[in-house]
């Protein structure tokens, strides 16, 4: 079978699995105090162009997110989502269960637009009855978003306006932030993200490690006790080196931007496979996720041979489906779907 | 330096990062449900002795204490612990941050004994104003205990006759179960484990395993859904297949039991020079954690040599400190470190 | 000032004051064990036809909506109410608060359909994701709606059946539920209410009493330990009778649909004014609350007679305001309102 | 029967009851804003010598504990109490309900000691550990304490101390604060309340109210959004008027203090009659309530005629019992009473 039906597919980049294999019996201390966690944020860091970043390591993305929304936000407030953001869709109300609302805004391809934004907290504002509602606490937006799309710099400049206008943080959900930072066209760097946002997690699991994400405080905003408030969510690992050491091999030269390529490389070219042989395609992304209607038989035939994700049902007679691209996918295993195609 | 300090110093067990290296590269469905998780669910199934039970993976230990009791819990019911046990003092409030309160009993060894335990529901229900408390709605142990002292068969039939009783779950907190299995001294097997408790964890990351803990439901009572209350409590690996490779290999050959009894035979032969020396324990533990009384002038000299870790003040002069020895320790550290006592 | 702001404005309906007053000094067992409360429960259960019902009283309507839902939710389920639903837009996040998700669905006039229903739920199972979702464990309803609209019978009848089909309660907020019942277009009686609805409440905060809700759990559904779940969202009344002699009063000699005809009455009155006068109605309301559009020049010269609610901009020119009658209403100051219109 | 069970047993105090009636029927805006909250809100200032504090009003004691401490406390803070304390007993973990946990100390006759409390935080930071562990975030007293006894101004001026040095807020619990105040041997005024605590309340459920408790921020610390708190805790009352009109009428003309000072009278009549017939004092108590230990066969037999409080078995032929006073307590009952023991 050929995979493509999601980044997380395989285990880790065999160059973090090896610095796993090369320091698995040093005796480090545990929770994150040992040095390879040291060593892993000082080149985050860096690479983010923000040297007084606080930096932490969790193991998921949505514990990443229930953890880093909860902790910033005050009891009564919300955090303000795209309706299509996985915070809103896609984690069991694991927002929710900590005493949030998710406050949901339309969205365009999967993005909150500045001024959809500027709109809604200025008549929240003035809304007369708002201390009986749920006060806008953060602005949560991903990148890529669910539908692999990706916000220019000058959108992201204009959201932390309107955020820093407002008081509210802005934070990026970065699951697969590498495959966004490798896309052809974006303008968007590291460093960008650094700078427009209060905080952001770069995403490991998706992107070459077994498990990780590492969060980036960039404004000296870490809330006070954040490592015991990780420890409370369950999510100090006592093997914190687990996370510090597969970061440390990411951002050691350059290997994240690297394997994030390969994605980005692959799904292109299945990209223009697709286009060549007239495929529709649902949305246009430019990431490693690809969305394409297909007439239920061609599906099913597909079905034969390769994994894919249903996404949405179009007509009676067509589908709409997702084909993931990874670090780890084959040049060859998308030749090889695009003669299926 | 010597390494004492803890029971989760080193990464992996070899044969266990061997297995994840193994199968690195093979595709697999997400979220647990890979081959490798089915096979590690149906090796500790047969383990224990119970072919109906229900076995989920979760990454770490506070994570599975907070998951398991608030997913059985219901909303006015909190949790029995002695008042040593790591839900009720190290665990950052865990529980009571998904609402729910530990109810704590008075300990002997870190032990909850049965007597103790039925006279405190009998004085609850006995008790007018019940309905403006807390109720009782499960019974935690952990085996072995913070002070590394082990339940007998009996108590542990007699606490599970208790809680039968009075119609709650007892849950057993085996973060280091392996080494209370191993140990010399003891009359419980895994099999009798599963037999007296209503749910278990069998501790991966203490013993052998990079992260994961799996949880055992022996009565058909896991709760409903309980896979999305992982995912909500930000628990669920999208590389579920972490868990099950681990655990399948620790649950092959029986390498689980074989590198548990390390550690015990290395406490064994610390705790006898220990005796030898005249060293005076602070508790009569039979497991892999040693607790002693050190003059501080000896202590600050060990420092220079070995971690270990501080327990408590003894009185001015003197210190309890623990070590623990684990599935890593190598018997001729356990030599030098005889030699520098 | 001529009052039309909302149905809160007074305080008591003079009966239940007289009821308050003449049994201020009686000595009365504290929580709502005294016999007012228990007469009153049993008028209520007479009233819905329903003698094996269990009724409770809790103080205010966020309250109870806050303690019904989340004690009859599962921690990994949420309620399911239409998107302009109170529990949805005016309680600050209530819910939320407790764990759990709204899942908004939306609406017509305020009311959810059942076919609407049907189709989501129908949705949510077959997607493949739900796992990874918050499941449906409640359907809330308003009746009279946030817009003063009413179910017909025929509705709750097929929305109830959606309810029982998927297995989960039918919950009705009814904080104005005496309104809802004193229309004149109505086919809905409380009986039909009980039958339908596997728990409701009545209204008493915006119906005559000082404070106050009854809830009613219809179908031997309570959940175990209510009373220690009012206690624990600080909800329990130490003089219960508080509540309990303002619904034994309410519910002697009908006053409760008595005093609920008086809105309706002077609401209809006001209603064929603005008719006659050409005004636009925004929504077509049978109950106590009338929305109707006002030129803003029209609006300000109101203002400096009559206190009334602003409900939205409908264009740089027009607003939509809400004219709220009640128990208190005098026909008198309908009539002065009539002349200033 | 004669009623000594406790201090809520009948409604209102006749001025109290009175005010409701004589405002009924004014139409007053609603969640307390209205001029009765905002008359009642100065004179408390007033009294309390705190003309920068903040005032609101919560409906009773249960809910204001739970949303002063939930809402000033940080996510992984807890709250110290006595082990006896009421939060910590009989609130049906009201707190914990919240995600905070009580951290309990030793007590003596319901009092937290300040070198206990200073001895207790100093051991918290100089754990090691202590990031594993709940940290304390404010400090929770009663006065009068479970057991009616009461603080000196000494003690409460070290325990501000002991709070101001470890930046945590010391909160005050008065659901019976007027009894403690009238006390004949106490040096504590209303005044030195306000100064030693951060944050208090005033209670009126206990002390001649139907219901309602008054929060005192006395350190310009309430915290922001207090109100849209209440509300999301379900406790924020439409018809705010309620506990503005009686708290009105508590604080006019010293009204608080009058009736306070009945309960004192008759519990000190009453003491002196137990004193006299030689009963044993269970307790030292200087305020309403009254502790003592029976004979088994005399407790029967005074079942007969009066109602009072179970408290704990002495030994197998006695009891201790609670006689309550207050408010509304006559003289003659009193007299009674005396002639039955």
């Known amino acids: ?3 493509f039906e999601n980044d997380y597919s395989e285990g880790a980049h065999e160059k973090v699995l090896q610095r796993l294999l090369e320091t698995n019996l040093e005796q480090l201390p545990g929770y994150g105090a040992d040095h390879y966690c040291e060593s892993a944020k000082e080149k985050i860091k860096e690479a983010c162009g923000c040297p007084d970043a606080d930096v932490q390591f969790i193991v998921g993305g949505t514990q990443t997110n229930q953890i880093v929304i909860s902790s910033m936000l005050k009891p009564c407030e919300g955090v303000i989502a795209a309706e299509t953001g996985h915070v809103s869709t896609h984690e069991a109300g694991a927002i929710e269960c900590t005493g949030h609302k998710v406050l949901t805004l339309p969205h365009e391809a999967g993005k909150i637009g500045a001024d959809v934004l500027d ?5 929240f504002y003035e809304d007369e009855n708002h201390e009986h509602m749920v006060f806008p606490g ?7 978003t669910e539908y692999g799309t990706l916000y220019t710099k000058g959108e992201l400049a204009e959201l932390s306006a309107v955020c820093s206008q407002y008081g509210i943080p802005l934070y990026l959900d970065g699951a697969r932030l590498g495959y966004g930072l490798a896309a052809e066209e974006t303008d968007v760097t590291l460093k960008d993200v650094a700078e427009y ?18 969060v980036v405080f960039t404004k000296e905003n ?21 996370l510090g050491i597969q970061f440390d091999a990411l951002f050691t030269d350059d290997l994240y931007s ?7 490389v692959t799904a292109d070219r299945l990209k223009q ?13 430019p990431t490693n996720q690809i969305f394409v209607t297909l007439e239920n038989e ?6 034969q041979n390769v994994v894919f994700s249903f996404w949405e049902k179009k007509d009676e007679d067509h589908t709409v489906v997702r084909f993931a691209t990874s670090w780890a996918t084959r040049m060859e295993d998308v030749e090889k779907l695009a003669a299926l195609l």
């Open 1 to 3: 079978m050929l995979a």
């Open 258 to 264: 690297e394997i994030s390529r390969n994605a980005i």
């Open 273 to 285: 496979v697709l286009k060549e042989k007239g495929y529709e395609f649902y949305i246009d992304s």
């Open 119 to 123: 709109d809604w907290l200025h008549s």
């Open 222 to 242: 870490m809330p006070l006790h954040f490592m015991t408030m990780v420890k409370q969510r369950g999510a100090l690992l006592a093997k914190g080196r687990l």
């Open 197 to 214: 946002c209060d905080v952001f997690y770069i995403g490991g699991t998706k992107v070459g490690a077994l498990c990780g994400e590492a």
């Open 138 to 144: 953060m602005v949560y937006i991903s990148h890529p």
């Open 298 to 303: 061609k599906m099913e035939q597909l079905k």
